[in-house]
């Protein structure tokens, strides 16, 4: 069964301070992204990556970093964490086989709180 | 105007109603997903259609490109069916899924 992993599931930040975020998955899957939820809304795309080695930015890159050093693993980085990135991240992973696309597997979740 | 619009916002329902979510695109779109986000946060995938209709127990979701909306039915309503529903859609150029703002329902008995 698929499988995409976070962690850690939750972390709390200082302002200013540096915040790794990683996602593994087992899915062999090319595709993967990173997005955030704020309470009571939907979720927004921040990077994605179809390959290792390279990213892509999504809807909300500012303030966002990621890094894709193989296929299974992507990282989202915050370099100066703050107060409004206080949300929780989501990681996904996909196929993709030329334009065809498929369902998005998602992990279960990081609850970030910087202060 | 948002290019994924979902409605309801939020919808109360007694157990063994019937009741539909619907979600409109701005452009055409590939493929969409739906979701019920459970009281954890969990996203528990629901659906995924590239078209047609797919039917899954007391849910159907229906997904029409040409015409820009995805419905999802839930039919015999029951207390575990409570969460937040999204609808997730791929636009037709690009890589990128957009979400929907998500549909709140709470199923009393």
């Known amino acids: 069964e698929a499988a995409v992993t976070q962690s850690p599931r939750s972390k709390v930040a200082v302002t200013g301070g540096k915040v790794t975020l990683s996602c593994h998955q087992t899915n062999n899957h090319d595709y993967m992204y990173w997005y955030r939820q704020d309470t009571g809304h939907g979720l927004r795309l921040i990077h994605y990556s179809y390959v290792a080695d390279s990213t892509e930015k999504g809807d909300i890159p500012d303030g966002y970093k990621a890094s894709r050093p193989s296929q299974e693993n992507f990282s989202l980085i915050l370099e100066l964490a703050s107060l409004s990135q206080t949300a929780v991240y989501f990681c996904?992973?996909?196929?993709?086989?030329?334009?065809?696309?498929?369902?998005?597997?998602f992990g279960p979740g990081t609850r970030l709180t910087v202060l | 105007g948002m290019p994924v619009e979902q409605n309801p916002p939020a919808l109360s329902l007694y157990e063994g109603a019937d009741s539909g979510l619907r979600c409109n695109f701005s452009t055409t779109m590939k493929s969409v997903q739906w979701f019920q986000q459970n009281h954890r946060g969990r996203l528990i995938t629901l659906f995924y259609?590239?078209?047609g209709t797919k039917e899954n127990g007391r849910l159907k979701s229906t997904f029409n490109s040409k015409e820009r909306y995805s419905t999802l039915h839930i039919k015999d309503a029951q207390l575990e069916d409570s969460g937040t529903y999204f609808c997730a859609a791929e636009g037709s150029n690009t890589d990128k899924v957009v979400f929907g703002t998500g549909t709140r329902l709470q199923v009393s008995p």
């Open positions: 996904a992973s996909s196929e993709r086989q030329g334009s065809r696309s498929y369902e998005q597997y």
């Open positions: 259609l590239a078209q």
